[in-house]
């Protein structure tokens, strides 16, 4: 359950922490608290349930990883003791912290592998990626936009391009961006002489308009006078705004370029 760069220091009073107990005893348990650097906690046996217990292992047991929140932190001739506590973390702040737990967890994972790929070692790989992203409240979304929109973020926020390019690479080959498709069957006919070309300019139109970063748009024919397009982004709300600034742009052409039909169906959302 480590994680290769750990934080220095100590936690605040009030801190959530992921700690992993090692020792059990009547009075309490000792935990080595997974996020930093040669750190253990103490588990007040008054500390580990809202209910009373008999017996501390019927809660809490070895190799167990919990969520504590900090309740004293002390430094004592030069060694830091920190007490946390179990019961007084609600049910809504355990989960949020395990998922960032495993989020960082990723994050450093990727940045791990990367400095394998590229021959360098931890430390480096601290110094010049990691001491930049653990900045962030969550370092995987970091990763995640680098994935959609290139290494130049990673490079924006000072981590030199060579690492950069190697951790954009590893982001690739380990984080799959979820997104969402809208697909609609536009109808276009015109009986004018020149019809075809004033078909094909209002789909050259939709084609390359430029709808925005992380988005996609594909149309093609699927048998005239019928024709596919396909909407792809991150978010469903984005996607139908597309649909819908589409829909519009279409309306107004058929009418200026006299498209004798014109008719838009919204046919299908996928989540991929």
Same mark, same amino acid.
């Given at each position: 359950?480590?994680?290769?760069?750990?934080?220095?220091?100590?936690?605040?009073?009030?801190?959530?922490?992921?700690?992993?107990?090692?020792?059990?005893?009547?009075?309490?348990?000792?935990?080595?608290?997974?996020?930093?650097?040669?750190?253990?906690?103490?588990?007040?046996?008054?500390?580990?349930?809202?209910?009373?217990?008999?017996?501390?292992?019927?809660?809490?047991?070895?190799?167990?990883?919990?969520?504590?929140?900090?309740?004293?932190?002390?430094?004592?001739?030069?060694?830091?003791? *920190?007490? /946390?506590?179990?019961?007084?973390? #609600?049910?809504?702040? +355990?989960?949020?912290? $395990?998922? =960032?737990? @495993?989020? !960082?967890?990723?994050?450093?994972?990727?940045?791990?592998?990367?400095?394998?790929?590229?021959?360098?070692?931890?430390?480096?790989?601290?110094?010049?990626?990691?001491?930049?992203?653990?900045?962030?409240?969550?370092?995987?979304?970091?990763?995640?936009?680098?994935?959609?929109?290139?290494?130049?973020?990673?490079?924006?926020?000072?981590?030199?391009?060579?690492?950069?390019?190697?951790?954009?690479?590893?982001?690739?080959?380990?984080?799959?961006?979820?997104? *969402?498709? /809208?697909?609609?069957?536009?109808? #276009?006919?015109?009986? +004018?002489?020149?019809? $075809?070309? =004033?078909? @094909?300019? !209002?789909?050259?139109?939709?084609?390359?308009?430029?709808?925005?970063?992380?988005?996609?748009?594909?149309?093609?024919?699927?048998?005239?006078?019928?024709?596919?397009?396909?909407?792809?982004?991150?978010?469903?709300?984005?996607?139908?705004?597309?649909?819908?600034?589409?829909?519009?742009?279409?309306?107004?052409?058929?009418?200026?370029?006299?498209?004798?039909?014109?008719?838009?169906?919204?046919?299908?959302?996928?989540?991929?």
């Amino acid at each position: 359950m480590s994680i290769p760069f750990r934080k220095r220091g100590s936690p605040e009073v009030g801190e959530l922490v992921v700690a992993q107990v090692k020792k059990v005893f009547d009075y309490g348990a000792y935990a080595d608290l997974l996020e930093y650097e040669n750190l253990e906690a103490f588990i007040p046996w008054s500390e580990v349930s809202t209910r009373y217990v008999k017996d501390i292992r019927d809660v809490i047991r070895e190799n167990h990883v919990v969520v504590g929140k900090v309740i004293r932190v002390e430094k004592k001739l030069g060694k830091v003791q *920190v007490d /946390i506590s179990i019961k007084r973390v #609600l049910e809504g702040e +355990k989960r949020a912290k $395990i998922l =960032r737990w @495993k989020r !960082i967890q990723r994050a450093q994972k990727i940045v791990e592998l990367s400095a394998k790929n590229v021959n360098k070692s931890l430390e480096e790989a601290y110094r010049c990626v990691w001491s930049v992203l653990e900045k962030e409240p969550d370092p995987l979304s970091i990763l995640e936009e680098a994935v959609l929109r290139g290494p130049q973020i990673l490079a924006q926020r000072g981590i030199p391009e060579d690492w950069a390019s190697a951790v954009f690479s590893e982001s690739q080959r380990h984080i799959s961006i979820k997104t *969402v498709k /809208i697909r609609a069957i536009a109808e #276009l006919v015109c009986y +004018k002489s020149d019809g $075809i070309e =004033r078909i @094909k300019k !209002i789909l050259s139109d939709v084609s390359n308009t430029n709808y925005g970063s992380n988005t996609k748009v594909v149309v093609y024919t699927i048998g005239a006078p019928r024709y596919r397009i396909e909407i792809e982004a991150v978010d469903y709300k984005v996607a139908e705004d597309i649909y819908n600034k589409i829909s519009r742009f279409l309306e107004v052409q058929a009418r200026n370029l006299e498209i004798d039909r014109f008719k838009l169906i919204h046919e299908e959302v996928e989540k991929g």
